[in-house]
């Protein structure tokens, strides 16, 4: 399982010793150039101190101290002086500062004229890398100190930046699964509070759709019920029934109270299977086709009631008929629009499905609906003024739920001639449709 607060920790404190890593190196080697230069300045200042004059040894000067190797020469060029004969150094002076190799080791020679006489100062360089090296140790050791104390504050700033996330996830962790308010958004730092919001924006969408979850439940239990306790009562009719014709007049009232609610059972569960969401099997959906399939399933009901159905084409090759959506969904909506209209259209009428450039009309020759009436025909369980005991008042609710999650308009109109209905389906521009 992945960590934020262990990748922080492990990638802070890698970094942090990477950079100590490279310090350590950039200061051992400045301090390694440090040393040698104060060195070289102990060289020079030790050769100028020597008496100019000639002699026959360095008062107060021991051989070889600190490795060191004193040669003295008069300008002539006879030495006067060498504090250690048996060193591997040249027998002529140089002057300024030279590193030269021997068999020994590299030495460090510093050649100077000091009043009538040339000397020359020697260090073997093994001593001087030895004690530079010392000095730069102790220069780093304040640095190595500094690396645990620095690990140890980096693990309590994560862990305090990492605070908010730990009670946020607390305060989810304690909650009661029906409790869906919003979790506090104050005093959050900016890089916590966008989740806080998210999650309060998918607690309120739960919230509602638990609402409208349970809304619905109360509603279709509540329109189940009076069809259930009719076909209680007509099957208790069918049990009375004291002869044949009176049986089977009570066996018919049995058959359309069985219809009626297997249709109310059929509807419940289309809208309860409709996602308010875009749907999530999007393809590219030839409207033309879709429609003859559904006027073509009608067909044999309109004709029973002798209706006209027809199919009418406003477009053109030009001009496609194409959106993006579900083909099912898209069956079931027009499927209801063109139910309705025949269901409401009375004998000898008229429906008409016109298909236009992303738009469909269903035009039906039925009494219509009052224009105050439109905008709650939408709403479950709504059954419109007048209407026959045999809607469930749900066909233009799973209408709309459709068209809502195709991004598409449904706009209630009078139909031809101010008769009848007309239902316009909108479909929005390209290019603000789904993407498939």
């Not at 100028?48 to 051989?63: K, Q």
Request: charged letters at 20%; one cysteine or more; glycine letters at 6%.
């Amino acid at each position: 399982m992945r960590s934020i607060r262990r990748e922080l920790l492990v990638s802070l404190l890698l970094t942090m010793l990477l950079a100590l890593v490279l310090a350590g190196v950039a200061i051992y080697r400045q301090a390694l150039w440090q040393a040698n230069e104060l060195f070289d300045f102990q060289l020079q200042q030790m050769a100028l101190s020597l008496p100019p004059e000639a002699f026959s040894s360095v008062p107060g000067m021991r051989d070889s101290e600190g490795g060191l190797v004193i040669q003295i020469w008069s300008r002539n060029g006879v030495q006067l002086y060498y504090s250690h004969p048996r060193a591997p150094l040249p027998h002529r002076a140089e002057l300024g500062f030279n590193t030269i190799s021997t068999p020994q080791g590299d030495w460090r020679v510093y050649g100077a004229v000091v009043g009538h006489n040339v000397v020359q100062l020697a260090q073997p360089m093994s001593v001087r890398d030895t004690l530079a090296a010392a000095l730069a140790v102790r220069t780093l050791l304040p640095l190595v100190i500094l690396v645990p104390v620095l690990a140890l504050l980096v693990w309590l700033i994560v862990g305090r930046g990492l605070r908010p996330l730990r009670r946020v996830a607390h305060a989810l962790d304690q909650r009661a699964p029906g409790a869906l308010e919003p979790l506090p958004d104050t005093r959050l730092p900016d890089e916590v509070r966008p989740l806080v919001l998210a999650l309060n924006s998918l607690l309120e969408r739960l919230s509602h759709a638990l609402d409208q979850q349970k809304a619905f439940v109360a509603d279709a239990a509540h329109e189940l019920r009076t069809p259930l306790t009719a076909l209680q009562l007509q099957l208790q009719i069918v049990e009375r029934a004291s002869d044949d014709e009176e049986r089977r007049g009570a066996l018919a009232d049995l058959r359309h109270g069985m219809q009626r609610a297997t249709r109310l059972v059929q509807q419940l569960l289309t809208l309860a299977r409709q996602d308010p969401e875009a749907p999530s099997n999007l393809q590219k959906i030839n409207l033309d086709d879709v429609l003859q399939a559904v006027v073509a399933s009608y067909a044999p009901l309109a004709e029973a009631r002798r209706i006209d159905l027809g199919l009418e084409r406003a477009v053109s090759d030009e001009m496609p008929t194409q959106v993006s959506g579900d083909a099912d969904a898209l069956r079931t909506l027009f499927g209801n629009l063109i139910d309705n209209a025949i269901k409401y259209t009375p004998e000898g009428g008229r429906v008409d499905v016109r298909l236009a450039p992303r738009r469909v009309d269903v035009i039906d020759t039925g009494p219509g609906i009052p224009a105050d009436e439109r905008p709650r025909v939408f709403d479950r369980f709504y059954r419109r003024t007048g209407q026959a005991g045999d809607g469930s008042g749900l066909g233009l609710a799973i209408v709309k739920r459709i068209a809502e999650a195709h991004h598409a308009d449904v706009i209630l109109s009078d139909g031809a001639d101010g008769r009848g209905l007309c239902v316009s389906v909108r479909f929005a521009e390209p290019a603000a449709a789904p993407l498939l």
